[in-house]
């Protein structure tokens, strides 16, 4: 099958541009990861997946991916949003929560941190969304080496500032900060669309108005702040003190990735002012390219039954406690979780519904019951070679900016008439899964020791059985049971699917 041209939504030409990338079949692409002061939520969970999901589809398209998502884990200011080093450390904030819980018995089983030490705090929310990650199928949560930590990247970061100073985008300010100059670099507002007059109007509160006397224009925003009472700091030739947030991620991107100019950069679509142009400004002031990112791909908000999600509302969900009941008031299978998060366009407003998720519990199963009518082996089974207007269909929609909502619609329109040829079947089964992987669980959950735990027991019903033991066997069995598992014998051996909610 001839491979579709793929097209992709760039944020910085406003454009469906065709996706080439600059030394194929490899894709560098970067993705804005989360905070580490808390757990993620759901809002977050869905830019995480859909960057998953862009990833998962450029592999079956032919690609090489190599993705690197960073963990923000240096302490920042709640006044953050600007990047200006004003408000409180967040870590603080974080350790005082900790604090609390610790107190009166609610931290997790088994955890005993010091909420006094940011490196503690740090790791233990870390751990928390690679686990949840790992739980809802992110492939990037297994490859530690792609999940860079801002404060394993600080020498990498001062590299580029100290470039940006003597290139003249930098300065050190008479408060004895490092500030970008956005006056500097012409194309400062390029992505955003700001101008450099709007900005010194102050742009919607999205420009710093704490030290506007120091600078040289209100929106150069903060490389490196001394500052000996942070939590976190470090020496540098500026004094000890701690880095700007957007600086992070131009360091960590350059640092793993190894190249000036990378293929992909995604995020949430408030990253993309003032975050990412700033990101751009100091990547391409330090390397003199014209670029950083060639695609700039951004995900919309996610609604929660019809608002926005906020604090406030108490409408603010992580995914454990979607996955716990705390949403809906029953268990969520993960895959669950993953299909409803990833289901509609990305760069659709998606809304977050308790029916939502009965219609994903339900599209899984779905699926799932299929796969197991056919006999499906997602060890033998792919999709090259073979032609069927569906499958063509199918990579169709996704090579069109990712349609997820269509590519299901062709997936489901085909489970309803299946090709009577059961290998055209395995194929849509095969790409389906590559990009959304919700039929085997296991997989999904491979976070932690469940699927160790369920592979464990299959092994020792395969022990029992071919010692013809047969009481141990089906009591292994009626264990996997007890944990809410189906057991059943197929072509391909036993298999254990979890029982959706
Ligand atoms: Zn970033």
Redesign the pocket.
């Known amino acids: 099958m001839p491979a579709p041209e793929i097209k992709f939504y760039n944020s910085l030409t406003k454009s469906l541009e065709p996706f080439e990338p600059i030394a194929p079949p490899s894709v560098a692409m970067?993705n804005?990861?989360p905070t580490v002061y808390d757990y993620a939520h759901i809002g977050n969970f869905k830019s995480f997946l859909f960057a998953d999901v862009l990833r998962r589809f450029l592999e079956l398209a032919g690609y090489d991916v190599r993705q690197v998502m960073?963990l923000?884990d240096v302490g920042h200011m709640t006044d953050d949003a600007v990047a200006d080093g004003g408000g409180q450390d967040k870590m603080a904030a974080a350790g005082e929560r900790l604090a609390e819980a610790k107190k009166s018995g609610k931290l997790p089983q088994g955890v005993d941190l010091d909420p006094n030490d940011p490196y503690a705090i740090a790791r233990f929310y870390g751990d928390a969304f690679i686990e949840d990650a790992k739980q809802l199928g992110i492939k990037v949560a297994s490859e530690p080496d792609h999940l860079p930590r801002a404060t394993d990247h600080v020498d990498n970061m001062q590299v580029i500032i100290k470039t940006l100073i003597e290139k003249g985008h930098a300065y050190v300010a008479s408060d004895g900060a490092v500030y970008f100059s956005v006056q500097s670099f012409p194309s400062y507002g390029r992505l955003s669309g700001n101008t450099l007059d709007e900005l010194r109007g102050g742009a919607g509160g999205r420009v710093s108005e704490s030290n506007q006397a120091v600078k040289r224009h209100p929106a150069d925003f903060l490389l490196w702040k001394p500052d000996e009472s942070h939590l976190m700091k470090w020496d540098s030739p500026w004094g000890t003190g701690y880095p700007g947030?957007?600086i992070?991620?131009s360091a960590m991107a350059k640092a793993v990735l190894k190249q000036d100019i990378i293929d992909i950069h995604t995020?949430g679509e408030d990253?993309i002012f003032p975050?990412?142009e700033c990101?751009i400004a100091q990547s391409c002031g330090a390397t003199g390219e014209d670029s950083f990112a060639r695609f700039w791909m951004h995900g919309r908000h996610l609604m929660v039954e019809g608002q926005k999600m906020s604090k406030s509302k108490g409408n603010f969900y992580t995914v454990r406690q979607v996955i716990e009941g705390g949403f809906t008031g029953r268990a969520v299978d993960p895959a669950v979780l993953r299909l409803e998060l990833i289901k509609a366009h990305y760069r659709s407003n998606m809304n977050f519904t308790a029916k939502g998720i009965e219609d994903s519990a339900s599209a899984v199963k779905k699926v799932r019951v299929f796969a197991k009518e056919v006999a499906y082996d997602p060890a033998q089974a792919s999709w090259h070679g073979v032609e069927h207007e569906a499958l063509t269909e199918f990579i169709a929609a996704l090579s069109d900016d990712l349609n997820t909502a269509k590519a299901l619609g062709v997936m489901f329109a085909y489970l309803n008439e299946p090709a009577e040829d059961v290998v055209v079947s395995h194929a849509m089964l095969a790409a389906f899964d590559q990009v959304f992987a919700v039929i085997n669980s296991a997989e999904a959950a491979s976070a932690g020791g469940e699927a160790d735990m369920v592979q464990n027991k299959i092994d020792a019903m395969n022990r029992a059985r071919q010692d013809k033991d047969w009481a141990t066997s089906d009591a292994v069995r009626a264990e996997l049971e007890a944990e809410g598992y189906e057991v059943k014998q197929t072509k391909a051996g036993i298999v254990a699917t979890k029982k959706l909610a």
């Open positions: 970067y804005c990861g960073n923000t947030w957007h992070e991620c995020g990253n975050h990412h990101e």
